[in-house]
């Protein structure tokens, strides 16, 4: 009989707090503006999310790649937690271009984002299109080198991994890896404990790992994440439901609690921030006033 996975280490909770697609006037616990975003994250962080996974919107509630708005956002997170590790997105999802996809990559100092998102390939959502070239895929890669900034590797299909292995041989991606595995979205690679098995077995050696479940996969994939001894993705982002069947409207914060209620279930301590940074490889943060 194999052994159980390492339940010492301790379990990374990311909250993917807002998104592109969640709107408030549909779902009213989607943070929109920056000091939404900044009080959730803050209550997300006190029931057990060491890792936030960022997006901005504008004034309208529309999603946005501002440097200045993201600027915002992480100057009032850090404000109330300072050494929480934040990501912040390039999707491709809306905005195709370069300069707009990479601008909150250039924010200095304490305001920089310890990572970036970066998915390596197109894809199908059930409404829209994920844009990514092979040439902008290197080019935002260089782009976050450049600038001191990780990898949030996102994949949703195998042929995705495939294509990082094709980058890590080539030097394009460098230590340390960072994988979001993303299961369950229509068109993508479904939401089975087999495919997130295959995933983990395939990625680089010393890779670090979150699951992530689209919708009602969610919770099923968070699950498979805790007790697989890897590390979890949550949040209104990817599911506003806290059941299957979407009578229950879901927080950020239940939703992080839900996984933090599993993981004592299983012994696995939470992860602190600085946790989080030894776990990925992360140089250390000093509080700082901003």
Not at 35 to 46: G, R, W
Not at 155 to 175: N, Q, S
Not at 181 to 206: D, F
Not at 248 to 269: I, M, Q
Request: hydrophobic residues 45%; contains cysteine.
């Amino acid at each position: 009989m194999r052994d159980l996975p390492d339940y010492s280490c301790p379990l990374v909770i990311n909250a993917a707090l807002t998104g592109m697609v969640p709107r408030r006037r549909e779902h009213p616990a989607v943070p929109e503006q920056p000091d939404e975003i900044a009080l959730d994250a803050a209550a997300c962080i006190a029931a057990g999310c060491s890792h936030l996974h960022l997006h901005a919107r504008d004034l309208a509630g529309e999603p946005a790649v501002a440097r200045a708005i993201y600027a915002d956002i992480i100057r009032r997170v850090r404000a109330l937690s300072p050494d929480v590790v934040i990501c912040v997105s390039t999707s491709g999802r809306l905005h195709r271009a370069f300069e707009e996809r990479s601008d909150p990559l250039g924010l200095d100092d304490d305001l920089r984002p310890d990572l970036a998102s970066l998915t390596l390939g197109s894809l199908n959502f059930p409404k829209h299109a994920s844009v990514n070239e092979p040439a902008m895929i290197r080019r935002l890669a260089d782009a976050m080198t450049e600038r001191g900034i990780v990898p949030e590797l996102e994949l949703f299909d195998l042929g995705m991994l495939d294509y990082a292995h094709y980058l890590i041989g080539r030097g394009v991606l460098r230590p340390p890896f960072v994988f979001n595995l993303l299961l369950g979205s229509l068109g993508t690679l479904g939401a089975s404990a087999e495919n997130l098995a295959m995933l983990v077995r395939r990625l680089p050696a010393g890779a670090y790992w979150q699951a992530a479940g689209i919708g009602r996969a969610q919770w099923p994939v968070n699950a498979l994440g805790v007790t697989m001894g890897g590390h979890v993705r949550t949040g209104l982002e990817d599911n506003l439901y806290m059941d299957a069947g979407k009578h229950d409207p879901a927080t950020n914060v239940r939703l992080v609690a839900r996984v933090a209620a599993l993981a004592a279930a299983v012994g696995r301590p939470l992860a602190t921030p600085a946790d989080v940074r030894r776990l990925i490889g992360l140089p250390a943060r000093m509080a700082a006033p901003l």
